[in-house]
T-cell receptor, first 115, second 112 residues
């Protein structure tokens, strides 16, 4: 049981390049989330998904796109990277029980630098 | 909009003393309040959580208290140890949307 995994762990991009971050979970969780964390700051929600085939915008969605084609995977895309997107990106997942909010389990993070 | 305020931003305590971190929330529909610990370069990990139908919860040296009327909740760590040094985040559920609203974090420093 690997929990939540993220690929890649590190990446350096040039301005204007594109890339996709992959998040995978093997806990059969319904809900998945993408956050960004900037130095000395808290977590800001980019996009989230409440089930396969569904996505929704979070607090800071501009410049990012997501897809949830399979229940276990949640992809975060940057179409044209900008230096302001330099950050650590965390994926998280939760069970998604209908009656209440559940614990979010985090992946190890992806450290992205945009030059 | 909904927000969670967390204080202090930095807390320095002597090893063996207690530490208290406080959060206030604005969304009256919030019913789930987790606390996460993040060590340097690591992922956030849940250390304790509380739901709105409970006023206090303990797990060994860690406790959380909730005052729904005042909309605030606190993390209490007793007999602090060097391994407690980390950044602690509080969060509150965002109504029924299964999202969490996060506090800005508290850097806890345990002095030997």
């Amino acid at each position: 049981n690997a929990g939540v995994t993220q690929t890649p762990k590190f990446r350096v991009l040039k301005t204007g390049q594109s890339m996709t971050l992959l998040c995978a979970q093997d806990m059969n969780h319904e809900y998945m989330y993408w956050y960004r964390q900037d130095p000395g700051m808290g977590l800001r929600l980019i996009h989230y998904s409440v089930g396969e085939g569904t996505t929704a915008k979070g607090e800071v969605p501009d410049g990012y796109n997501v897809s949830r084609l399979k229940k276990q995977n949640f992809l975060l895309g940057l179409e044209s990277a900008a230096p302001s997107q330099t950050s650590v990106y965390f994926c998280a997942s939760s069970y998604g029980g209908a009656s209440h909010t559940d614990t979010q389990y985090f992946g190890p993070g992806t450290r992205l630098t945009v030059l | 909009g909904e927000n969670v305020e967390q204080h202090p931003s930095t807390l320095s305590v002597q090893e063996g003393d207690s530490a208290v971190i406080k959060c206030t929330y604005s969304d009256s529909a919030s019913n789930y309040f987790p606390w996460y610990k993040q060590e340097l370069g690591k992922r956030p990990q849940l250390i304790i959580d509380i739901r709105s139908n409970v006023g206090e919860k303990k797990d060994q040296r860690i406790a959380v208290t909730l005052n729904k009327t005042a909309k605030h909740f606190s993390l209490h760590i007793t007999e602090t140890q060097p391994e407690d040094s980390a950044v602690y985040f509080c969060a509150a559920s965002k109504g029924s949307n299964y999202q969490l609203i996060w506090g800005a974090g508290t850097k806890l420093i345990i002095k030997p």
